[in-house]
């Protein structure tokens, strides 16, 4: 994906997607940063991360399987090399509790259409690449695709403490550098103010 369309991709699907942060409450948010400081730690000592909290390896496999046909891998990292499914699974367990049986019980229709449209198949994530693509442009109005877009591009750029962006993986897709202090001048904008002029 270019960096325009990416661009254009996040200007389109971020809209809205920080009502449920705000309505977060501070323990649970606070649940989702120690889930995602153990996974962290466990990655940084060469460990398996943590086990999933709220998805079965098949559902894990489905929802991350959606995620990297959202921002899919190229020359920059997609929603895999983040660890966005470590987002969603800690968000379900934590702040968005309260969405886990509704999301848990639309993955099951969205795989009951799976099993449907290609018989053999009871799974997204063993789909074909190509069939995956066509299934999700048929499913863009649904609940589940949505919820999982949103939770996606959450995981994919926000802080690394939330449980995705590992290693700041979507911070290097946006260019972002995560540097809390800066020298002025900032930029040729306020070069000149910075002069005294």
């Not at 990292?77 to 049986?101: K, M």
């Not at 066509?134 to 649904?142: I, V």
């Amino acid at each position: 994906m270019s960096d325009l369309s990416r661009r254009a991709f996040l200007a389109a699907a971020g809209t809205g997607i920080g009502a449920a942060w705000l309505a977060a409450r501070p323990e649970d948010v606070a649940g989702a940063h120690a889930h995602a400081d153990a996974a962290r730690r466990a990655s940084e000592r060469g460990e398996a991360p943590p086990p999933l909290e709220v998805l079965t390896p098949e559902q894990a496999a489905d929802v991350e399987a959606v995620a990297a046909q959202v921002i899919p891998t190229d020359d920059l990292p997609g929603a895999r090399e983040a660890h966005v499914i470590h987002y969603v699974d800690s968000s379900l367990a934590t702040w968005a509790a309260d969405q886990r049986q509704p999301f848990l019980e639309s993955l099951d229709r969205f795989n009951a259409t799976v099993a449907r449209r290609h018989p053999g198949r009871s799974r997204f994530a063993e789909l074909t690449s190509e069939q995956q693509v066509r299934l999700l442009r048929a499913s863009e109005r649904d609940w589940f695709f949505r919820q999982v877009r949103t939770m996606t591009v959450i995981g994919m750029f926000a802080n690394p403490s939330w449980g995705g962006n590992f290693e700041g993986a979507g911070w290097r897709v946006l260019g972002f550098e995560p540097r809390y202090v800066w020298q002025p001048p900032f930029g040729e904008y306020d070069a000149d103010a910075q002069r005294g002029s």
